[in-house]
C-alpha cells in the first residue's frame, strides 16, 4: 500500500515522544506510520537502563528519515516518514519534495547524491531533546546547529524501468537533520541507500534502529557507529582543536580490525574539485564570501550546486558564514519570491541552482558563477574567466564568473603555482584541497587576528572587577579606532599578500558576518566577565564584610547572591557547579549570622 505524506494518513499507535510534541498536533501535518515501528519491549527497557527514551539516540543525530517518489497524479510525494512519532508541516513536507528531487533538466540518471538547507516551519516547538543538548556549546562555532534550518542529504535513484508507466524508476532515500555534518551523512547514505531501494521498509526500519543505539555526537569523542553490518569510526571536532588539523586516530590499532569507515573528518567537502574550475579566482571569491556578497551558483546538477555551495561557505573557515545559503534551491522553494524580487537589493545569500529559469529570474544579482560538470579526480577542466553580468543570458551560457566586483587583494600567484604544479603532477585531489584549505585557512586567520585583537582590548583590567559592585561592561568597538591599530598590528605581519586591506576590513566592519561574529565573541566575553565576577565573590569573606556594613547592605548582597545562583542554573563552564556549592555556603553563612530571627526564603 503506498504511504503518502502530502495525501495524509491516518494516524497510528502513539509513540514514546508523542506527548512532548502533542501541543504541535494542531499545527503540523500528521506523520506517516511505518507498519512495524513499535519498539519492542526488550528494547524499551534497554533504553531505560540508558537513561533515554526510545529514540532518543537517533533525536540526537536525525529528525527523521524520508522516502520521496514520484506519483503521477501528485508529482514527487512523500511515501514514509521514519521514525512514525516523527512530525513535519505541510510546508516543511513540500520543500522536501520538492528538493529531493533533481531539476527535470538535470537529466541525473542512476545514483545522484546532494544536500539542500530549507527553513524550519514558524511556530514548531523546540524539541525537548534540543533544550537538553549541551554538546553544542564544546562545537568549533561554524558547526553549530542553526535552530532555524534543517538539512536535507539526497540519495536520488533515476533507472530505466519498463514496468511502469513513466518508465523510470525515481525515488530518493533522504537523511533529515540539524546537524551540518555533509561528508558524514553522505558517506552513511552510500551504505544504506542501495540496500534500501533493494530492500524496502523493513530495512529502513533496522537501518533507523542501528542509528537509535548510536552514542550521543559528543565534540572530541572517538565514535564507533554501526549500522547495517558495517562500523564507522568518526571524531567530531571541538572548539579546542588546533584549526585545519584533522584529529581521527588512523587505522592501526590491533583493536580496530572490525572498523570498514574511518573518516577523517565529518563536514569538509572536497574543496579542490569544486574550486578546480575557478581556481584562477578562488582569492576573489574568498573576499565575496567573507563579505557577505548575494551570490548564485548556476550548476548543471544538484550534486554540482550542492558541492560548491558548500565549498564556498567553508572556505572562510575558522569564521562561521552567518548569512542564508542554499545548496540547491528550486523555483518551489517556500522563500522563492523572497529571494528573486526585483524591487530591492539581492539579500546576503549563497544560491545554487540547476534550473534554466534562473539565468533571467536572478539577472540583476551582482555575482554569479556559471560552472560545467565537476571532473573526476585527475581531469582539470579548463579555468574559466571573469566576465561581465551582461553576457549571461541562459544557463547555456559558457562557465565562468560573471561579476563586476574588483577584488580589495592582489591576486596570490603563489598558490596558483603549486595547484598548477600538483595538476601538472597529477597530485591526488585530496592532496590538493589540503593544500588550499591550508590556504583560506591562513588568508582568513591573517585577517581576522588584527580584529581579534582589538575586541581583546576592549574588555576591563582583572584589577576594575570588584565582588561588590555589578561586573564592569565592555567597551564599544569603534571602526576608526580599530582602523588606526591595523599600520602596526595589521595583516602585514601575518599575510604576504598586498592590496587594499583597509578597504576589505571596512565593507567587512557592514557584513552580516561581521555581526554575527561581534555578537558572538561579545557574548564569549561578557560571560567570560561574570565568571571572574563570581569567582571574585566566591574568593571573598563575606562574613567579615558583614560585620562593617548595615544590615540593609547585607540584605542586598543576600539578594545578589541569590540572583548568581539564577545565573549558574544556565548552561556555563564546568567551574560553575564548584562556585555554585561555595555561593550556597555564603547565603547559609550570612543566613544564620545575620538572620537567625529573620524568616528569611531563598530559593537558587
Known amino acids: 500500500m503506498a504511504l503518502r505524506g502530502l495525501a495524509g494518513s491516518g494516524p497510528g499507535s502513539r509513540g514514546p515522544l508523542d506527548e512532548a510534541v502533542a501541543a504541535d498536533k494542531e499545527r503540523e501535518a500528521p506523520a506517516v506510520v511505518v507498519a512495524g ?12 537502563s540508558r537513561g533515554l527514551l526510545r529514540w532518543d539516540g537517533f533525536s540526537a543525530w536525525l529528525h527523521c528519515v524520508c522516502v520521496v517518489g514520484f506519483d503521477l497524479e501528485l508529482g514527487q510525494a512523500v511515501e514514509v516518514i521514519y521514525p512514525q512519532h516523527s512530525r513535519l508541516t505541510d510546508k516543511e513536507k513540500t520543500n522536501i519534495c520538492y528538493l529531493s528531487f533533481p531539476d ?3 537529466g541525473c540518471l542512476g545514483d545522484t547524491q546532494f544536500c539542500f538547507r530549507f527553513r524550519q516551519s514558524s511556530g514548531r516547538r523546540v524539541s525537548l531533546h534540543c533544550l537538553l543538548d549541551q554538546f553544542d556549546k564544546d562545537l568549533p562555532v561554524y558547526l553549530k546547529k542553526d535552530p532555524a534550518y534543517f538539512y536535507g542529504y539526497v540519495y536520488f535513484r533515476q533507472v530505466r524501468d519498463k514496468t511502469l508507466k513513466r518508465g523510470y524508476f525515481q525515488k530518493s532515500l533522504v537523511l533529515i537533520s540539524k546537524l551540518p555534518y555533509i561528508h ?5 547514505l552510500k551504505q544504506i541507500a542501495p540496500e534500501y531501494f533493494e530492500k524496502n521498509e523493513p530495512y529502513l526500519e533496522a537501518a533507523c534502529n542501528d542509528v537509535d543505539r548510536w552514542p550521543a555526537p559528543v565534540p572530541g569523542k572517538t565514535l564507533y557507529l554501526p549500522i547495517m553490518g558495517v562500523v564507522m569510526k568518526v571524531r567530531i571536532p571541538t572548539c579546542h582543536d588546533k584549526p585545519g588539523t584533522t584529529q581521527i586516530v588512523q587505522l592501526t590499532q590491533q583493536g580496530d580490525a572490525h572498523i570498514s569507515v574511518i573518516l577523517p573528518t565529518v563536514h569538509e567537502v572536497d574543496l579542490f574539485r569544486c574550486f578546480c574550475p575557478v581556481f584562477l579566482h578562488s582569492q576573489m571569491l574568498w573576499e565575496l564570501v567573507l563579505l557577505g556578497e548575494p551570490l548564485v551558483v548556476m550548476a548543471p546538477s544538484p550534486s554540482e550546486s550542492s558541492e ?10 575558522p569564521l562561521k558564514y552567518f548569512s542564508d545559503f ?8 517556500s522563500e522563492f519570491k523572497e529571494y528573486t524580487t526585483r524591487t530591492q537589493a539581492p539579500p546576503s545569500v549563497i544560491l545554487g541552482v540547476t534550473n534554466p529559469f534562473f539565468a533571467k529570474t536572478l539577472q540583476h544579482w551582482p555575482h554569479i558563477i556559471r ?16 566576465k561581465k553580468l551582461k553576457n549571461l543570458k541562459t544557463l547555456d551560457s559558457k562557465p565562468g564568473v560573471y561579476t563586476s566586483y574588483k577584488p580589495y587583494l592582489n591576486r596570490d600567484e603563489d598558490i596558483i603555482k603549486q595547484l598548477q604544479k600538483g595538476v601538472q603532477q ?21 585577517f581576522i587576528i588584527p580584529l581579534e585583537r582589538y575586541v581583546a582590548s576592549l574588555m576591563p583590567l582583572q584589577k576594575s572587577i570588584s565582588p561588590w559592585k555589578s561586573p564592569p561592561q565592555l567597551r564599544q568597538f569603534l571602526p576608526e579606532e580599530f582602523m588606526k591599530t591595523l599600520e602596526k598590528t595589521g595583516p602585514q605581519l601575518t599575510s604576504r599578500i598586498k592590496g587594499d586591506w583597509i578597504g576589505l576590513y571596512r565593507h567587512f566592519l557592514k557584513s552580516p558576518n561581521f555581526d554575527g561574529w561581534f555578537k558572538t565573541r561579545r557574548k564569549e566575553m561578557t560571560q567570560k566577565l561574570e565568571a571572574l565576577h563570581l569567582e571574585a ?41 564548584s562556585w555554585n556549592k561555595q555561593l550556597q555556603n555564603h547565603l547559609l553563612l550570612l543566613l544564620l549570622s545575620r538572620f537567625s530571627r529573620v524568616r528569611l526564603c531563598v530559593t537558587p
Open 371 to 386: 560552472i560545467g560538470d565537476l571532473k573526476p579526480a585527475g581531469e582539470i577542466p579548463k579555468q574559466v574567466k571573469v
Open 184 to 188: 558524514f551523512f553522505h558517506t552513511v
Open 308 to 317: 560548491t555551495v558548500l565549498a564556498l561557505v567553508n572556505c572562510i573557515s
Open 326 to 333: 542554499r545548496p540547491y534551491f528550486t523555483i518551489h522553494d
Open 37 to 48: 515501528a513499535t519498539p519492542e519491549d526488550d528494547e524499551e527497557d534497554e533504553g531505560r
Open 104 to 106: 527535470s533538466n538535470s
Open 426 to 446: 597529477k597530485r591526488p585531489s585530496e592532496a590538493q584541497s589540503v593544500i588550499l584549505r591550508r590556504y583560506f585557512l591562513e588568508l582568513t586567520q591573517s
Open 537 to 577: 565573590l566566591c574568593e571573598e569573606d563575606l562574613l567579615l564584610w558583614t560585620q562593617k556594613h548595615t544590615e540593609v547592605e547585607t540584605v542586598d548582597l543576600v539578594l545578589k547572591l541569590k540572583n548568581k545562583l539564577v545565573f549558574l542554573i544556565q548552561p556555563h563552564p564546568a567551574e560553575c557547579t
